[in-house]
Structure formats: structure tokens, C-alpha cells
T-cell receptor
């Protein structure tokens, strides 16, 4: 089934630990995105990639890094997790402005 | 920079009643506008989008939205709500006149009463 796969589905992480959220798409979309969703704030863009080999910062990039080594994968890394990074993280992809396809999300709790 | 406002945090309607969810945007040029729906524990699903042309756009699940440039609005409507429509709804605007890097509103939670 075409779409986006995110892993893990949920995670409890100790503060200070490093964590990578995985995102893989099989639609060959050029652009990929990471958003975080927090109650009352909607979705906020963390990082994006318009094409393989390029990345850019979104609205809330601090504490996060991304890479885009190929078209399909767009991992998000928290170098040293803090409690304020507790959130639901969504990966999305798009191609030619037809709108995003979203993954089902990763629920991250930092304690 | 673009922005989106959804003034209603929570709306409750009875099943079979009509629905209108409000969305106001701020953007200097012609925007690319979207409505998404999120069911509990799920990702977001695209309901409809507006890029240009006819200002009344039809989407999936019987939803429609009307782009009104004079009011900077893109309100979502449905003539008769079903219990399965209970979800959170997000309006979004495309950054820099494109459909990439969407800016989302804070969402409207819809409750449907039997």
C-alpha cells in the first residue's frame, strides 16, 4: 500500500538521550516534511526537504536535525531530548503541490 | 509570512444538521488553501484544496469549501453531518504561494450528537 511509514509508533525517552524517528515513503515524492502536533497549537513545521540531498529549517527547528540521503527516507533526530519535545510527530510528503500525504505519527514522551 | 486562524476550538452539532467550520488566512498573494481531517490516533487526510479557478471546491465525504478573497476566508461546509464526521479539522495555507511548507491552523474539534 502506497504511503508513509513512521517508526516507532510511540516511545518513552529519558531526557538527555538521543532518538531518531524514522520516516519512509514509497510514492517517490520529492518533498518531505516533519511536523510536531501539540494541543491547541496545531501542526508546526520542524524541518523540510524539497528534494533528496537538501534540507531546510521550519518554524521550530531547534533541538532537531534531519538528513535526506535518498528520495524515500527522511529521519528526524533529537540529539539530546528534553521534556518540551514531548509531542506527536508527523512525517509528510508531497509532489507537485497536490497536497500532503501524512504518516500515522509517532507519539514521543520525554521524561 | 502566512498565517491561518481557526476561530472555533470546538463545535458541537447534531447528526443531520448542517456544518460550517471557519478559516481565515493571511497571505499577500493568491494562496493555496487546504482542509484536512484527523481522526483520533490517526494522521491527517486531505479533504479538499483550492489553487485557482472556481471558488467553490468540492472534496471527499460530501464536504465543500468556498474561497472568499474579500474576506480572506476558506470556510468548510457540509449540508448534513454524519456521526462519522466527528474528528479534528485543520485548515492550511501554502507557503510563498506554493503548496509546499504548509502553515496549519490550530484546528477545530467537531463533536456530533446523536
Amino acid at each position: 500500500i502506497a504511503g508513509i511509514t513512521q517508526a516507532p509508533t510511540s516511545q518513552i525517552l529519558a531526557a538527555g538521550r538521543r532518538m531518531t524517528l524514522r520516516c519512509t515513503q514509497d510514492m517517490r515524492h520529492n518533498a518531505m516534511y516533519w511536523y510536531r502536533q501539540d494541543l491547541g497549537l496545531g501542526l508546526r513545521l520542524i524541518h523540510y526537504s524539497n528534494t533528496a540531498g537538501t534540507t531546510g529549517k521550519g518554524e521550530v527547528p531547534d533541538g532537531y536535525s534531519v538528513s535526506r540521503a535518498n528520495t524515500d527516507d527522511f529521519p528526524l533526530t533529537l540529539a539530546s531530548a528534553v521534556p518540551s519535545q514531548t509531542s506527536v510527530y508527523f512525517c509528510a510528503s508531497s509532489d507537485s503541490g497536490v497536497g500532503y500525504t501524512f504518516g500515522s505519527g509517532t507519539r514521543l514522551t520525554v521524561v | 509570512a502566512q498565517s491561518v486562524t481557526q476561530p472555533d476550538i470546538h463545535i458541537t452539532v447534531s447528526e443531520g444538521a448542517s456544518l460550517e467550520l471557519r478559516c481565515n488566512y493571511s497571505y499577500g498573494a493568491t494562496p493555496y488553501l487546504f482542509w484536512y481531517v484527523q481522526s483520533p490516533g490517526q494522521g491527517l487526510q486531505l479533504l479538499l484544496k483550492y489553487f485557482s479557478g472556481d471558488t467553490l471546491v468540492q472534496g471527499i465525504k460530501g464536504f465543500e469549501a468556498e474561497f472568499k478573497r474579500s474576506q480572506s476566508s476558506f470556510n468548510l461546509r457540509k449540508p448534513s453531518v454524519h456521526w462519522s464526521d466527528a474528528a479534528e479539522y485543520f485548515c492550511a495555507v501554502g507557503a510563498d504561494g506554493s503548496a509546499r511548507q504548509l502553515t496549519f491552523g490550530s484546528g477545530t474539534q467537531l463533536t456530533v450528537l446523536p
